[in-house]
């Protein structure tokens, strides 16, 4: 972080730009680094940054300040407890797709630090999903989602038109998933790795472009031929094959030392 501010100081003692337009770059800077600051989020989230490279990730992915941003499947609260705060701190809004309409946040979301969250139904059977923003949503993050909505025959196709038309011409989908590159995706991505090609397919063929990808969750540890998938290595650290208990015998330092998986991050974009 250090080193991006003091290039940006440098760019622009070369090269003289309107006032306004520096305090915009410095402060949207600095509000990302507020937002992934330990002080409001959870232990065990801040934890995983070291896999999951949150302010690298979002830049990558091109969030700015003021977008409107829907988080699909929020699940744990991850990338709620960054993107709410920063929403807020930017004048943007924050708006989470769940299950149903009627399923919300955990309580701790309606605090100050999280200003006020929007909500929109997203499932293999909702409608339009809605962000009450004109034109649209600038920003939609899936996060390891899509290997599950490819165990339901055609949601994983149904999701990227519902994000397709929720977004906003020239609006943004960001994409982090297990990744089951080299090897060949087993059917369904019943093991949790879903090959980067799929899900190119799957974005294109709903009217995306894939603009960017990007090694910044990478994991050249992660062997993907893990017992019980991609859920034997942390943060699930499975034990067992479900339905059955968690077995106490099992060792799990192979797999917390391999850390958490490989991922793809990508960038979609909706032409306009």
């Known amino acids: 972080m250090a080193f991006r501010h003091a290039a940006l100081a ?79 701190a930017t004048h943007g809004r924050y708006i989470a797709a769940m299950g149903n309409a009627n399923q919300k946040r955990p309580a701790k979301f309606n605090t100050a630090a999280y200003g006020t969250i929007g909500y929109t139904a997203f499932s293999n059977s909702s409608g339009p999903m809605t962000s009450g923003a004109s034109g649209g949503a600038d920003f939609i993050l899936t ?30 989908l960001a994409v982090e998933e297990h990744r089951a590159d080299p090897r060949p995706m087993v059917p369904e991505a019943r ?12 974005a294109t063929a709903a009217g995306f472009k894939l603009e960017a990808r990007s090694e910044i969750n990478a994991n050249p540890k992660d062997t993907k031929d893990h017992p019980f998938g991609v859920w034997t290595l942390p943060p699930t650290r499975r034990s067992a094959q479900p339905p059955a208990q968690a077995n106490p015998n099992f060792d799990h330092t192979k797999y917390d030392a ?8 990508l960038r979609f974009r909706k032409p306009g």
């Open 10 to 88: 440098a760019a622009l003692a070369l090269a003289p730009l309107p006032a306004f337009w520096a305090d915009a770059a410095w402060a949207a800077d600095a509000a990302l680094t507020a937002a992934a600051a330990p002080t409001h989020r959870e232990a065990a989230n801040v934890a995983r940054d070291p896999y999951r490279h949150p302010v690298e990730s979002l830049e990558f992915w091109g969030l700015k300040p003021g977008m409107t941003v829907i988080e699909v499947a929020p699940g744990g609260g991850y990338w709620s407890e960054i993107l709410a705060p920063y929403a807020k």
């Open 143 to 172: 996060a390891r989602n899509i290997h599950d909505w490819m165990w339901t025959p055609g949601f994983a196709e149904k999701s990227m038109k519902d994000f397709y038309a929720a977004l906003k011409p020239g609006g943004i």
């Open 191 to 202: 093991d949790g790795y879903v090959s980067t090609q799929h899900i190119i397919d799957l």
């Open 258 to 265: 391999i850390g958490e998986s490989d991922r793809m991050t």
